[in-house]
C-alpha cells in the first residue's frame, strides 16, 4: 500500500503535496505545515458548509486591499459577533502562509476591540489550511467533513447534515 508517511494521512499515495509551503513531496500535513502561522477568519455560521466545501471566499475591499482577512483568534470573536445577526457564528482557525499575506495594524474599533489589532491579508486563495472551527450557537444545515481537523461547539448549535472530524469538542472558545 503506498503511503506519503504522515501518520494521519489515510489516502494511498507516495508523497503529500503541501498547499501552504508548496512542497510536492512534504512530511507534514498542511494544518501542521511549519512555514505557517496560525490565525483565525470568522463569518455567520450558515457560510460554514459551503466555506468548508468551496473554501474562504477573499473579499474584494477590505481595510488593506483585496484578500482574505484573518486576525488573532479574541479579535475575530469580538468582531464576528459584532458583525453577526444573532444567529450564531462560526470562526475558522487556519494554518496560513504568511509570505503570502499583506499585513497592517488596525485601530482601535470602538465598542468592538479593546486595542488596535494585527490584521492579515491573504492575497493568494490557496496557501492557506484549515486546523479546525469554533461554533458558536446556530443550525447547520449541510455537511461538514475536515477529517483532520477539530470542530469545538459552544453554545446552542443544531446539525442537520452529516459531520466527519477529526475531533469534536463541546465547550470553550479556546483552540
Ligand atoms: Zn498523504
Ligand atoms: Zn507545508
Same mark, same amino acid.
Given at each position: 500500500?503506498?503511503?506519503?508517511?504522515?501518520?494521519?494521512?489515510?489516502?494511498?499515495h507516495w +508523497? /503529500? &503535496?503541501?498547499?501552504?509551503?508548496? $512542497? %510536492?513531496?512534504?512530511?507534514?500535513?498542511? $494544518?501542521?505545515?511549519?512555514? =505557517?502561522? +496560525?490565525? &483565525?477568519h470568522g463569518? $455567520?455560521?450558515?457560510?460554514?458548509?459551503?466555506?468548508? *466545501?468551496?473554501?474562504?471566499?477573499?473579499?474584494? /475591499?477590505?481595510?488593506?486591499?483585496?484578500?482574505?482577512?484573518?486576525?488573532? =483568534?479574541? @479579535?475575530?470573536?469580538?468582531?464576528? $459577533? /459584532? !458583525?453577526? *445577526?444573532?444567529?450564531?457564528?462560526?470562526?475558522?482557525?487556519?494554518?496560513?502562509?504568511?509570505?503570502?499575506? !499583506?499585513?497592517?495594524?488596525?485601530?482601535? #474599533?470602538?465598542?468592538?476591540?479593546?486595542?488596535?489589532?494585527?490584521? #492579515?491579508?491573504?492575497? *493568494?486563495?490557496?496557501? &492557506?489550511?484549515?486546523?479546525?472551527?469554533?461554533? @458558536?450557537? %446556530?443550525?447547520? *444545515? %449541510?455537511?461538514?467533513?475536515?477529517? /483532520?481537523?477539530?470542530?469545538? @461547539?459552544? =453554545?446552542?448549535?443544531?446539525? !442537520?447534515?452529516?459531520?466527519? @472530524?477529526?475531533?469534536?469538542?463541546?465547550?470553550?472558545?479556546?483552540?
Amino acid at each position: 500500500m503506498p503511503s506519503c508517511g504522515i501518520k494521519e494521512c489515510k489516502v494511498e499515495h507516495w +508523497s /503529500h &503535496y503541501c498547499n501552504v509551503c508548496d $512542497k %510536492g513531496n512534504s512530511d507534514h500535513l498542511p $494544518k501542521d505545515c511549519p512555514q =505557517g502561522i +496560525s490565525i &483565525y477568519h470568522g463569518t $455567520k455560521v450558515s457560510n460554514i458548509s459551503s466555506i468548508i *466545501d468551496n473554501g474562504l471566499r477573499p473579499s474584494t /475591499h477590505g481595510r488593506i486591499g483585496s484578500g482574505i482577512y484573518f486576525a488573532g =483568534g479574541d @479579535v475575530v470573536l469580538d468582531i464576528t $459577533k /459584532h !458583525r453577526g *445577526d444573532g444567529n450564531g457564528l462560526v470562526v475558522f482557525k487556519c494554518r496560513v502562509n504568511p509570505n503570502y499575506c !499583506r499585513t497592517g495594524v488596525h485601530p482601535t #474599533w470602538t465598542g468592538v476591540t479593546k486595542a488596535p489589532f494585527n490584521e #492579515w491579508c491573504l492575497t *493568494d486563495s490557496t496557501k &492557506y489550511a484549515l486546523i479546525g472551527v469554533l461554533l @458558536v450557537d %446556530g443550525i447547520v *444545515d %449541510g455537511d461538514i467533513n475536515i477529517p /483532520h481537523g477539530t470542530i469545538m @461547539v459552544t =453554545g446552542h448549535c443544531k446539525f !442537520r447534515g452529516n459531520i466527519t @472530524v477529526g475531533t469534536l469538542q463541546v465547550g470553550g472558545t479556546e483552540f
